[in-house]
């Protein structure tokens, strides 16, 4: 299985060790591969910077993740996520795995496969 991770699981895999997300970052490898996009880690990077939090902590993910470049996204199309739909379409990835609600509802209409970690652990097993 081939997933991407949006940033609201990477931060939250940051900032609840042992949760459900960081769970899922740890079995990169072994239960699935990560996709992620230069996108992406910029935008966790932002993000953790904001939260004054050691740029450290994205190498636990940046280097488990294979990377799948999609096209330059202007802000307007980060804050409306493209850049997460973009990856998984660029990477051939099977799934986006994120705690924003509002992109799985998007994602469902496209019929785009999305799941909240949580959702993801209970449904296929991955624990």
Do not use: W
Request: aromatic share 6%.
């Amino acid at each position: 299985m081939f997933l991407v991770f949006d940033t609201s699981v990477v931060l939250s895999a940051l900032l609840a060790p042992g949760g459900e997300s960081d769970t899922l970052i740890s079995l990169n490898g072994t239960k699935y591969l990560a996709c992620t996009s230069s996108a992406l880690l910029s935008e966790a990077l932002h993000k953790i910077t904001e939260r004054n939090l050691p740029e450290s902590l994205l190498d636990l993910f940046r280097s488990g993740a294979i990377l799948c470049d999609a096209t330059m996204y202007t802000q307007e199309q980060i804050d409306h996520d493209e850049h997460v739909i973009g990856c998984l379409q660029k990477g051939s990835a099977d799934m986006i795995v994120t705690y924003d609600h509002a992109l799985i509802r998007r994602c469902r209409k496209d019929g785009i496969a999305a799941l909240t970690p949580v959702d993801l652990l209970r449904h296929y097993s991955l624990d």
